[in-house]
Each structure stands twice: as structure tokens, then as C-alpha cells.
T-cell receptor, first 114, second 117 residues
């Protein structure tokens, strides 16, 4: 069975500092995709970054980077130079090969402090 | 970029009435759309997969007769909560896959907050 685990229900970070949000996953698929989404208080889900299981390099998108450690089955999100607008819920998700379905983690609520 | 429009953003209805939520892909054709439910401070739970021109595929435990899904065109899927009760109060959000997307991620609507009184 596929599973996503986010062990940090809440995190604080000082503005302009970097923060790492943890995500571990479990799957028997060889091919899969890992995603991070941001959900502000308004509710919409904003796509941040994607990592394919066969990608050899860690994905980066602006201030977001994904620390992908395949052997450890972890896909941590790193946000550099945190901004007040980064305060939100962050969800890690996985999609296995041959399926359209996402499996979401329980989320981490990030609060950026001024 | 790909945009998914979801309406209404919030709705309050009386117990026993039905509520329809619309999910539209504005600038792409979405053969597949997904409907999720999210309770406060919890994760998204997939309710059903909506395929254009065919019946939706519901996840285990989701009542098909309560949550009617219709995907009548390549740009529109609707979720109707029938005979709503207070326990149906929740945040409902749709998403769609864009075959032309280069980021592999699905585009989500802005969600609908349903309150049944």
C-alpha cells in the first residue's frame, strides 16, 4: 500500500530563514511522482514542485527545492529565504505509476514569524 | 497557465436540500477530474474520479447516491450533494489533469465551503 507521512503538524520559522518540511513515503512502485502543494487559509491548493522517482537531480523551483533521498524514501521540501506569505499548510503527495490518484500526507502548518 | 474555476466558493443550505458545485477547466480540456473532501485541519480525501462521458469512479465508503458526479463535457464536472445533512458540512475541492502541463501536477479549484444548517 502507498503511504505518505508528514510528522511535523506545525513549524515556525523566522522570516528570511530557510526551513525544511519533512515527508517520507512508502510504495512498491518503481515509477512514481512526488509533489508538494501549498494551501493558504483561503483553501486553494497551489502546486509547488515535482520530483520523479527516476530523476537523478533534486528538483528546484525558485525558493523551493526538494531534497530527494530515494534510499530513505524521503522527499523533504526546503523553502529558502522564508517570507510572511509562505505561512500556510503544506501537503506532500505521491502518485504511482499508471494511476491518476494522489495520496496526500496529513500536512504541515508553517508559520513565518516577522 | 492552467486554471480551474470552482463555484460557489461557499454555500449555506438547509438540511434536506441539494447543493450543486461546479468545476470548470478554463483554458484546457480535462478528460479526468477529481473531487476531494477536506475536514478542518485534515488532509484531502479523494471522493471520486470523474471521467468525461462516463460514470464516475467512487472511492470506498463514498455514497454514490448522496454525492452525484456528472462530467458532461471536457471542461465541466459537477458534484451534487443530495439531501444534505449537517455532517456533510465540509470543504470540497476539485482538481483536473492538464495533458499539456509540463509540471505533471494537477490544477486545483479554489474549493467550496459547504455548511448545512
Amino acid at each position: 500500500a502507498q503511504k505518505i507521512t508528514q510528522t511535523q503538524p506545525g513549524m515556525f520559522v523566522q522570516e528570511k530563514e530557510a526551513v525544511t518540511l519533512d515527508c517520507t513515503y512508502d510504495t512498491s512502485d518503481q515509477s512514481y511522482g512526488l509533489f508538494w502543494y501549498k494551501q493558504p487559509s483561503s483553501g486553494e491548493m497551489i502546486f509547488l514542485i515535482y520530483q520523479g522517482s527516476y530523476d537523478e537531480q533534486n528538483a528546484t523551483e525558485g525558493r523551493y527545492s526538494l531534497n530527494f533521498q530515494k534510499a530513505r524514501k524521503s522527499a523533504n521540501l526546503v523553502i529558502s529565504a522564508s517570507q510572511l506569505g509562505d505561512s500556510a499548510m503544506y501537503f506532500c503527495a505521491m502518485r504511482g505509476a499508471g494511476t491518476y490518484k494522489y495520496i496526500f500526507g496529513t500536512g504541515t502548518r508553517l508559520k513565518v514569524l516577522a | 497557465g492552467a486554471v480551474v474555476s470552482q463555484h460557489p466558493s461557499w454555500v449555506i443550505c438547509k438540511s434536506g436540500t441539494s447543493v450543486k458545485i461546479e468545476c470548470r477547466s478554463l483554458d484546457f480540456q480535462a478528460t479526468t477530474m477529481f473531487w476531494y473532501r477536506q475536514f478542518p485541519k485534515q488532509s484531502l480525501m479523494l471522493m471520486a474520479t470523474s471521467n468525461e462521458g462516463s460514470k464516475a469512479t467512487y472511492e470506498q465508503g463514498v455514497e454514490k447516491d448522496k454525492f452525484l458526479i456528472n462530467h458532461a463535457s471536457l471542461t465541466l464536472s459537477t458534484l451534487t450533494v443530495t439531501s444534505a445533512h449537517p455532517e456533510d458540512s465540509s470543504f470540497y475541492i476539485c482538481s483536473a489533469s492538464n495533458p499539456d502541463s509540463s509540471n505533471y501536477g494537477y490544477t486545483f479549484g479554489s474549493g467550496t465551503r459547504l455548511t448545512v444548517v
